[in-house]
């Protein structure tokens, strides 16, 4: 694994607990972790339970006891650590946005599909896929329990940056981040609500806004979401905001929102689909739950029901605990695990692949695109099959 | 009053009830009720306690014994009644939309101030203002209760058009009702969401859609929201659905939705604000609820609060029930009725004026031009503070 | 009518309105209503739309105008008006509860026998049946759709109490209220859950509480509510709090509470069945909902569903507003006059007859008996069927 | 560990989780795990990361590399367990309930004095205190945040035998159980409110049920909750379901319910607390949320507020995810970890105690006595603070 701030810490989580909970053809084992700071990494190491610590990802992706490299560091760093681990014969999951830049993405998913005639699968880490709920609405849209969809309505939520003195971390500097709640939130809804739904976006009309365009500089270093402030400021250089609407090949109308400036509103990634034969919605906030009405039923004793996502037929639940014994946030990552392990095993491509990823970063770059032309309807080109 | 369907039924509640729950300087007095069909109107006037019934919206307006035209027939008929009826010297309630193009809506908005300086007086009939929650919302946030807002959320959410076999109403004839859920649904959201914010929207983008273009034509008269279907097809020429992102003059980006689709949300009128102090939240269905979420607070205790608006304190509750018997739909009909009596009696100027119909007929209008042009961003011109 | 208060105002709300929304064989005629005050008096009559006012309640039911009497009284004065009026050949509606004591409702209960030999109707006004998601709620439960019931759940919670300056009013001394939350809320849920259940409690073991012993005395007359405080304190002679637990005919465990201390809950009525086929959930503060789990959905889908109960096909609805529209607290007494009017013209005898006031006031009397005896289970007999 | 089954996984994934969430001054070794199948246990052991297995319990208590013993097993063999870990020199954390018997556990309590004079901790295994909601609320009540309490209301509700082929399972038999929904559900239920109210149950009254009194026998082995229905029936010799009202020692009155019968409720442990300040409330299929009403806002915008319970600032939540990041059933078990190594290294009694594990059983015997006593109150003595 590369990096070991919150994603490290959730991804460790994830690796560790997999086998203990699923069935699984091999066992992970946590080879060694990297970081830059020699110190940190070893703590991080010994805290998450890798056997060994590096300082340098080029050391660690030539390690002979390592098979896959988990990529957490920011998107900066993407390309070139995804790109070099595949070509040194490795497995790859790279965390999500895939990349900053359409050009990235697709240098990488050159890269992978080289990979992949060798054997070796590369996997985008859009954890919310491994919700329970979100699994179990794919199924229902896949098996016709909405019918055709007629809209699409999703929102991720956060309110960290409300406080103008929240200092001025890496998430906030375009150079490394790429974009701010864009490719931080928006990356999650735009695969989110492409993979719910079956179907992909064929073009957005957007619009993004800086509400607080400077804000105090970090004493030290960047590393983490937070940290204390100095008495100096710098330039935001990413969205605050962004919102667009757009159309799914399907016919359906979307909407979309993502920001950092939702008072009140934690992680509220939220998703409403509604079709001709019933709707679904979401809310990350209470994740155990998916609200399911069905059109079908006589109308005087019908409404949205509030389906417990606990039940052992649900996805990944026959391995967890009895009904009503709700799973969190990181359960996302053991699922994630225990998929790329049965990818792995059986030697198919695994989803999201590195195609996925380039065709959300797609998404990504048309919305900014539109914000920057008035908000101009802007087309997306469909995502050739290629993996 | 003109027009004694759904819109009919809800003001004559409205009238009737006022006097007997609020403390009134006037009595309303129920003269005469207007519509075309001798028998339907006779039969309304009896049901509903109008003391005289006339089939000729003319006739109607030169009654002596009526002082105040309540104008409840779909919107093609606005500006002609409404403009008559101020040119009689009668004060005018014009349900909304107030009209179905800009120029009809100038027109109207000219005839008021004409009218206004004779001394009577013309109201819009958005009489979701008066719902107590929204009335407390507008309150809250002049009171600076939630700060400089970033973001405005709204979506007016029905499902009644999703059977492709529901007949085609004049509510789907451009020629009748100018739009579909943009004009009926849109409306009310963009007003209140001005009327909450005390902001005015300064531009939007947006994106139309007709979902099914043939229905059912409607065997007989097409009066109503229903009606036995007929066997031939007709072209639906009305939108149904409506997705507009925007600006507000005070800085928010806002998201709308209207549409007719909603699969399961039966009147889903939902509102938002994010706010620099906190937020606030809003669900038709819940009327009595209104969520409020101070983050002034310490964030350990925080979160969105349930107030259950039932109480003294709350607007127009002093005269109804203890705290917790909630109120419904048709109160507010009253309470628009007990507004404009006391505006009447004072003789001050009634919100929501015409000029307040006529700026969201402009948005309105923008909202279908940038849907025309690419969903390019289109600009409303501030509207001038002429009333 | 006989009193003029809250009771008095929704009542009222109610005969005016029945006929205006619903189709009925027989209009209500507001004839005359009678309070002590002669000018408060007045005023109510002119405030609701009464024709007449009388002070003294004996020539009130002698009028010759007056074939209904509407008893909205304190409950000690509830038999000697109600027994009188139907020996004056009147129909009788009494307010809830039917008495202060088993005693006086079996004395009432005789009057109504006689009475009905003479075509004279008496209903007790348990409004609570008439909100349209209860009314549906005991059809689903008839349809079989939830099964056998094994638990009944429910509260009635409000807090107006809570404050120990809230002065000592009617509502708080044992000779005019007969009891305090028991009989003013545990009343209603009694009633409610025998009325869903479509079944009998058939014992019950109880906890009563006062929690604030002494409270100042009101200034001057303690008619309503409220009222200013004086300098000196009295005794509170009634129950703050009172739960019970109980058996059903059915077979079903039932919990039962009333308070008038649950700090935050305003009107929080609520009820839970669950049966072998499925269950029902209530929320007074949600009157227009109802929830429903249905057992014999696969389990993978299934839950609690949201059902708004606002389709023209759920009871009362097919007269009021499209759906989502919602009605409030007041509209019960509507339907409580429609019902009425109904049964009057039928000359069908209406429910809730005085026998169920009578047997729910039984079951008030077992859960004070088993309070002042150590909680023992204490047996109500089953009420003979003799209306 | 001694057993393997449910609670066996979810202990393990506390002790293999606790170090590497948290920073802990003594980490966690998993020695050796114990059940009565060789085969099965070594599976364990693999499965959980145990370093050994045993199929004798005495064999495990006596081996050196273990130091703390941790008895996963159903009730009837808490009581032998515990002691003899307890005389052999090892800490003890004991799952609930603490025994199936009020002389068990007042003879495990004597083995926990004794122990705890040679530095031996015992503890007992309520795990829903750890949830970060129930740790704020008795933080909160402690605050002085809701005042003097003055109603108590829980439910632990489940519906896992309304099926009436649900097998005659081991939670089905009192001699392997000690009583049903009781035991299982009602314990736990008596000892959170007890927790976060700070205060003991005086008393209660009692109805318990068992609706369905033969089941279909196991066709082999009984462990577990589940397993294949023979053809023959057996004897359910346990409750279905109990409730109970009672009183605090602060003056409360309270009302409890346990069952397996609420059809569509899965977990539902509900807890509502009404003080003169405030009121608490919670959910345990939401358990990320705490509901708090604050009695001393304003009226007009006070409400029931949802706090996320997911700050950095909430109990345990500083080592976990980033805010609106929810936790899962399981984090309850790493918790539990967390805090008895704490104890361990530090030397300071734990809670709950044996002491409170004791009183818990001494109220759920009161329950049974009430209940074989029509429901007459029963009294508990307060237990003597001796640990």
Chains 1, 2, 3, 4 share one sequence.
Not at 87 to 115: D, F, S
Not at 137 to 160: C, E, P
Request: with cysteine.
């Amino acid at each position: 694994m590369v990096g070991y701030a919150f994603m490290g810490a959730a991804h460790s989580q994830g690796w560790r607990t997999a086998g203990r909970v699923f069935d699984l053809p091999l066992q992970p084992r946590l080879a060694a972790i990297c970081g830059r700071d020699a110190t940190a990494v070893q703590a991080a190491a010994d805290r998450h339970g890798w056997a060994a610590a590096e300082t340098d990802w080029r050391a660690l992706i030539n390690r002979d006891d390592v098979q896959l490299v988990d990529i957490c560091t920011p998107g900066d760093s993407h390309a070139e650590i995804a790109i070099a681990a595949l070509e040194a014969g490795k497995h790859v999951l790279c965390e999500k946005p895939l990349a900053n830049t359409v050009e990235e993405a697709e240098a990488m998913l050159e890269a992978a599909e080289r990979a992949a005639a060798r054997g070796q699968l590369a996997m985008v880490g859009f954890n919310y896929r491994r919700v329970p709920a979100m699994a179990l609405a794919r199924q229902m849209v896949a098996d016709g329990r909405i019918g055709a969809i007629h809209h699409v309505r999703v929102t991720y939520l956060q309110d960290w940056l409300v406080d103008p003195e929240f200092p001025l971390t890496w998430r906030l500097e375009r150079e490394h981040a790429g974009s701010g709640a864009l490719g931080d939130l928006g990356a999650h809804i735009v695969d989110l609500a492409q993979y719910v739904t079956g179907s992909q976006i064929t073009g957005v009309s957007a619009l993004t806004e800086t509400f607080i365009r400077e804000r105090p500089l970090l004493a030290g270093s960047s590393a983490g979401l937070s940290g204390a402030a100095s008495g100096e400021r710098g330039q935001v250089t990413v969205d605050d905001a962004a919102l667009f609407t757009g159309r799914f090949a399907n016919g359906a109308l979307a909407s979309f929102e993502a920001t950092r400036f939702a008072t009140g509103r934690k992680n509220a990634l939220r998703l409403e689909l509604n079709g001709e034969k019933g709707s679904l919605a979401f809310d990350l906030e209470r994740l155990n739950e998916l609200e399911f009405h069905d059109q079908t039923l006589p109308a005087g004793t019908a409404g949205f029901r509030r389906i417990l996502v606990t039940e052992p037929e649900h996805p990944y639940l026959e391995a967890w605990w009895p009904p009503g014994h709700g799973l969190g946030y990181e359960h996302t990552f053991v699922h994630q695990a225990r998929d790329l392990v049965h990818a792995i095993a059986s030697g198919t491509a695994p989803a999201p692949s590195f195609a996925d990823g380039l065709q959300v970063q797609r998404v990504l770059a048309a919305v900014e695109e539109s914000a920057a032309k008035n908000s101009a309807f802007t087309a997306i080109p469909a995502q050739e099959a290629r993996t």
